[in-house]
């Protein structure tokens, strides 16, 4: 398995939430990532922010 600093874009963030944030948390350089979702007005419409 790769590991998550290995990653970039899209296959990061699907690391980052297949794994609770365990795995990709910390990135490179000592940067550490957190995943915003946006709700809209309507619950069914939220969406992660890429």
């Avoid at 998550?4 to 490179?28: M, Q, S």
């Avoid at 550490?32 to 619950?43: E, G, K, N, Q």
């Amino acid at each position: 398995m790769t590991s998550a600093i290995d990653l970039h874009g899209d296959a990061h963030v699907d690391r980052y939430l297949e794994t609770d944030g365990e795995d990709g948390f910390h990135w490179r350089n000592g940067t550490t990532i957190l995943i915003l979702f946006t709700r809209a007005a309507s619950p069914a419409s939220s969406a992660a922010t890429r």
